[in-house]
């Protein structure tokens, strides 16, 4: 049983396309993330929610649109893609706001 | 602003050996969280310790040992008698702060690769 699960795990699509990542975690942690991996494996934050509520919004292009219809779930939508989404995109959640992170499988997000 | 710093880039060892892995970071936060995480071939990553900057205790589990030091402000990782199970990117990072606009706001290193061969 998953506990931080991603949807789906590979995208590939053109550029100027909308796509969305599904993200779920049953552990019960309130707080939930969006990661963003560069090809040099480079780890960014991009967004974090707690209970559902925006807390950090890491100066992403407002073409990534997050949300969280409730505090077991993280969607991240992207419009208009441009080659340099190309990444992979972890998803990933925590027990408390300084606590360990538990990530997803991530999807690679492929714009060609 | 917050830094991490993993200088080295690669390492390759033969399978039994030791391999130290390090992360040298910088805050200016007075209590804050360090942590280690694996990125195997596959993909995910897995979370393998936190520490808090209060408790500077090393630890160990199994092959695994973190030696913290507040001092030279380093959080190094030891993987004793090495497998090739342990090949994988290794990400140290930092968190911290008090305020909810710190909250999970992980910074990473680059990241050390171990290749470990038979």
């Known amino acids: 049983d998953t506990a931080v699960s991603q949807t789906p795990k590979y995208l590939v699509t053109q550029m100027g396309n909308d796509k969305s990542i599904k993200c779920e975690q049953n552990?019960?942690?309130?707080?939930m993330y969006w990661y963003k991996q560069d090809s040099k494996k480079f780890l960014k934050i991009m967004f974090s929610?707690?209970?559902?509520?925006?807390?950090i919004n890491e100066t992403v292009p407002n073409r990534f649109s997050p949300k969280s219809p409730d505090k077991a779930h993280l969607n991240l939508h992207i419009n208009s893609l441009e080659l340099g989404d190309s990444a992979v995109y972890f998803c990933?959640?925590?027990?408390?706001?300084?606590?360990?992170?538990?990530f997803g499988e991530g999807s690679r997000l492929t714009v060609l | 602003a917050q830094k991490v710093t993993q200088a080295q880039t690669e390492i390759s060892v033969v399978e039994k050996e030791d391999v130290t892995l390090d992360c040298v970071y910088e805050?200016?936060?007075?209590?804050?969280?360090l942590f280690w995480y694996k990125q195997p071939p596959s993909g995910e990553l897995v979370f393998l310790i936190r520490?808090?900057?209060?408790?500077?205790q090393n630890e160990i589990s199994g092959r695994y040992s973190w030696n913290f030091q507040k001092s030279t402000s380093s959080f190094n990782f030891t993987i004793t008698a090495s497998q090739v199970v342990d090949s994988a990117v290794y990400f140290c990072?930092?968190?911290?702060?008090?305020?909810?606009?710190?909250?999970?706001?992980?910074?990473f290193g680059a990241g050390t690769q171990v290749v470990v061969t038979p």
């Open positions: 990933a959640s925590s027990p408390r706001p300084t606590g360990e992170l538990f």
């Open positions: 552990l019960g942690h309130d707080t």
């Open positions: 929610y707690n209970n559902k509520e925006l807390i």
């Open positions: 805050t200016r936060d007075t209590t804050y969280y």
């Open positions: 520490r808090n900057s209060f408790d500077e």
């Open positions: 990072a930092l968190g911290g702060g008090m305020t909810t606009d710190s909250w999970g706001k992980l910074q």
